[in-house]
């Protein structure tokens, strides 16, 4: 296991749902953790809606002073080179969405790679508008790779349709992800499932992540 | 699901305008609706449209006036902030007669006030978009589908009366994900002989303007647009019901409210209460009669609404101040809870049966 995992992908992937799950799951296992978002696109829902979970399970977060407050600035917060500086801790590094939201990880990019003790997983979702096919995420991705001076060592297909997706829904998709690995020569490291669909999946695909679904969910039914 | 996508709402609004027909887009950007501009910002060169960020709000509305004079479906869109800035625009396009869709987002204000989601900008929108006498047609989503399909509504009811059709969402509506069907219909053609595309010398040539220096004159234009707002009201008003048909307290909510009250009403009814839900989806025209009808057979009203309360002075009009009509809110980017609001269907069942 690589000391550090970074998530990136095209804009409303779930990279930062996948994040948190992946943090909580490194923290269950016992590691030291920390969980860091680049995210400076996104001002709404990102890492820090999951906070309390996260906090309880001894996850160190660090997040701009500013997500989710009153001041609309992409800033980051200096604590961020922890990441590349404090080695004792695995880290888990939410990477904002496209080419604009990796920017950011330029500027951790040489000590990254001075270390080279990372993966950098590139997260899809088939059902988003602009990336249904194979041949757009993989445009996506040289573009995030160009923008932030790393290469990707594997995919992850997170292919959902939020609450409502089936296990079909997943399956479906994974003709898709395959196509990617075999256009970009990366593997695909895993499947996300949500946890109640793994049963319907685990017979068709294999290396699964099991996803819990972190939002306010007073108002997500209608 | 083949023929659905995970979509945001931002996004899936900006695809129905394209859907819509819409090719002109000028925008600045502003959290929580900036996804609207970045989603145009790559869509409209794919398919030969405009995309254009002006210099300001002000810059974009005044674009929007020059694209609806020449007859063409164009949109803006901003939050709060950006909307006040975009008022007097809002106002010419009402004196002009011109169809357009505006997209209001809505964060806390007032002043720069959040980015967190708010309705404050009711009033704003149903009474005070701009000076003079007008009325823009609003429409209330409530789940990222119908900020497709209501958009893709809206362009439609802004041709067929020649009028601003406002979408107002509030940031929840622009963040959230969900699947969404861009399976819309076809779109209505208009007769649009009145806008201005050039002569070619073989016409009298077409005029758009708001000034009439002859108060008689203006008096007349102020008349035939409020006959039509009268027929607007008779005709296009939209609401949803949901177990409405013997409930005691009636809750009324829009957009991101609604969908917390729903869940209120589904605790409130398990508690022995029964509540149901009148959710406006037409803000301007605002469904009276059927709250009228409503206030017959109920005891009490709760008003949910992410401001200090401005709708329910609608729904008191509304019902003539027939039944007592409670507020829950929160305001200033906080959304009210379920339990918040069942709270307050509870005080509403206890007064609704002292009186």
């Given at each position: 296991?690589?000391?550090?995992?970074?998530?990136?992908g095209h804009?409303g992937s779930g990279?930062?749902?996948?994040?948190?799950?992946?943090?909580?799951?490194?923290?269950?296992?016992?590691?030291?953790?920390?969980?860091?978002?680049?995210?400076?696109?996104?001002?709404?829902?990102?890492?820090?809606?999951?906070?309390?979970?996260?906090?309880?399970?001894?996850?160190?977060?660090?997040?701009?002073?500013?997500?989710?407050?009153?001041?609309?600035?992409?800033?980051?917060?200096?604590?961020?080179?922890?990441?590349?500086?404090?080695?004792?801790?695995?880290?888990?590094?939410?990477?904002?969405?496209?080419?604009?939201?990796?920017?950011?990880?330029?500027?951790?990019?040489?000590?990254?790679?001075?270390?080279?003790?990372?993966?950098?997983?590139?997260v899809m979702n088939f059902y988003r508008?602009?990336t249904?096919?194979?041949?757009?995420?993989?445009?996506?991705?040289?573009?995030?790779?160009?923008?932030?001076?790393?290469?990707?060592?594997?995919?992850?297909?997170n292919s959902n349709?939020?609450?409502?997706?089936?296990?079909?829904?997943?399956?479906?998709?994974?003709?898709?992800?395959?196509?990617?690995?075999?256009?970009?020569?990366?593997?695909?490291?895993?499947?996300?499932?949500?946890?109640?669909?793994?049963?319907?999946?685990?017979?068709?695909?294999?290396?699964?992540?099991?996803?819990?679904?972190?939002?306010?969910?007073?108002?997500?039914?209608? | 699901?083949?023929?659905?996508?995970l979509?945001?709402?931002?996004?899936?609004?900006?695809?129905?305008?394209?859907?819509?027909?819409?090719?002109?887009?000028?925008?600045?950007?502003?959290?929580?609706?900036?996804?609207?501009?970045?989603?145009?910002?790559?869509?409209?060169?794919?398919?030969?449209?405009?995309?254009?960020?002006?210099?300001?709000?002000?810059?974009?509305?005044?674009?929007?006036?020059?694209?609806?004079?020449?007859?063409?479906?164009?949109?803006?869109?901003?939050?709060?902030?950006?909307?006040?800035?975009?008022?007097?625009?809002?106002?010419?396009?009402?004196?002009?007669?011109?169809?357009?869709?505006?997209?209001?987002?809505?964060?806390?204000?007032?002043?720069?006030?959040?980015?967190?989601?708010?309705?404050?900008?009711?009033?704003?929108?149903?009474?005070?978009?701009?000076?003079?006498?007008?009325?823009?047609?609003?429409?209330?989503?409530?789940?990222?589908?119908?900020?497709?399909?209501?958009?893709?509504?809206?362009?439609?009811?802004?041709?067929?009366?020649?009028?601003?059709?406002?979408?107002?969402?509030?940031?929840?509506?622009?963040?959230?994900?969900?699947?969404?069907?861009?399976?819309?219909?076809?779109?209505?053609?208009?007769?649009?002989?009145?806008?201005?595309?050039?002569?070619?010398?073989?016409?009298?040539?077409?005029?758009?303007?708001?000034?009439?220096?002859?108060?008689?004159?203006?008096?007349?234009?102020?008349?035939?647009?409020?006959?039509?707002?009268?027929?607007?009201?008779?005709?296009?008003?939209?609401?949803?019901?949901?177990?409405?048909?013997?409930?005691?307290?009636?809750?009324?909510?829009?957009?991101?409210?609604?969908?917390?009250?729903?869940?209120?009403?589904?605790?409130?009814?398990?508690?022995?209460?029964?509540?149901?839900?009148?959710?406006?989806?037409?803000?301007?025209?605002?469904?009276?009669?059927?709250?009228?009808?409503?206030?017959?057979?109920?005891?009490?009203?709760?008003?949910?609404?992410?401001?200090?309360?401005?709708?329910?002075?609608?729904?008191?009009?509304?019902?003539?101040?027939?039944?007592?009509?409670?507020?829950?809110?929160?305001?200033?980017?906080?959304?009210?809870?379920?339990?918040?609001?069942?709270?307050?269907?509870?005080?509403?069942?206890?007064?609704?049966?002292?009186?």
């Amino acid at each position: 296991m690589k000391r550090v995992t970074l998530f990136a992908g095209h804009y409303g992937s779930g990279k930062t749902n996948l994040a948190v799950n992946y943090a909580l799951r490194l923290a269950e296992m016992g590691k030291k953790t920390m969980i860091a978002d680049l995210d400076i696109v996104n001002p709404y829902f990102r890492t820090r809606d999951s906070e309390k979970a996260l906090a309880d399970a001894g996850v160190r977060i660090v997040v701009s002073p500013f997500a989710n407050s009153n001041v609309d600035v992409p800033a980051l917060p200096q604590e961020m080179y922890a990441v590349t500086d404090d080695k004792s801790y695995f880290a888990v590094v939410d990477v904002g969405g496209d080419d604009r939201g990796a920017l950011a990880l330029g500027r951790l990019a040489p000590a990254l790679m001075k270390e080279d003790d990372y993966e950098m997983l590139f997260v899809m979702n088939f059902y988003r508008p602009l990336t249904t096919n194979a041949e757009s995420a993989v445009a996506v991705m040289r573009e995030v790779e160009n923008a932030s001076h790393m290469k990707f060592t594997g995919i992850i297909n997170n292919s959902n349709l939020g609450q409502q997706t089936t296990g079909e829904d997943i399956i479906r998709t994974h003709a898709r992800a395959m196509e990617v690995s075999r256009l970009t020569g990366l593997e695909l490291a895993a499947t996300c499932v949500r946890e109640d669909l793994i049963g319907e999946v685990s017979p068709k695909i294999e290396n699964l992540i099991p996803i819990r679904l972190h939002f306010r969910d007073e108002w997500a039914i209608f | 699901m083949a023929d659905k996508v995970l979509m945001k709402g931002n996004e899936a609004l900006a695809e129905a305008a394209i859907m819509a027909g819409c090719r002109h887009y000028f925008g600045y950007p502003i959290t929580p609706q900036t996804e609207v501009a970045a989603y145009l910002a790559k869509r409209m060169p794919q398919i030969g449209g405009t995309f254009l960020q002006a210099e300001s709000e002000v810059a974009a509305i005044n674009m929007v006036i020059g694209v609806a004079s020449a007859g063409k479906r164009v949109m803006t869109s901003s939050s709060s902030p950006g909307i006040s800035l975009k008022s007097e625009g809002l106002s010419y396009l009402a004196g002009c007669d011109l169809p357009a869709l505006v997209v209001n987002v809505q964060r806390g204000g007032p002043g720069l006030g959040g980015i967190q989601p708010s309705q404050s900008d009711y009033f704003q929108a149903t009474r005070g978009a701009g000076h003079g006498d007008f009325h823009m047609l609003v429409l209330a989503p409530a789940s990222v589908q119908e900020m497709a399909s209501l958009v893709f509504k809206g362009f439609d009811l802004a041709d067929k009366y020649r009028m601003t059709t406002m979408i107002l969402a509030d940031g929840t509506m622009g963040q959230m994900m969900e699947p969404v069907s861009l399976d819309m219909g076809s779109v209505n053609e208009y007769d649009k002989s009145w806008a201005v595309t050039g002569t070619k010398c073989e016409r009298k040539h077409n005029i758009i303007n708001s000034l009439s220096l002859l108060p008689e004159e203006l008096e007349q234009w102020n008349i035939r647009r409020y006959d039509m707002y009268k027929k607007i009201e008779e005709r296009e008003v939209m609401y949803d019901e949901y177990m409405t048909e013997d409930a005691d307290i009636i809750v009324v909510a829009f957009g991101v409210a609604a969908r917390v009250a729903r869940n209120a009403i589904v605790a409130a009814r398990e508690k022995g209460i029964k509540a149901g839900l009148v959710r406006p989806i037409t803000l301007w025209p605002f469904p009276k009669e059927i709250l009228k009808q409503r206030a017959k057979n109920a005891k009490a009203f709760v008003s949910v609404e992410l401001s200090t309360g401005q709708m329910i002075e609608d729904i008191e009009l509304a019902i003539r101040c027939t039944r007592p009509v409670l507020l829950a809110s929160r305001v200033g980017g906080m959304i009210p809870t379920p339990e918040e609001v069942l709270e307050k269907i509870e005080e509403a069942q206890k007064i609704g049966g002292e009186a």
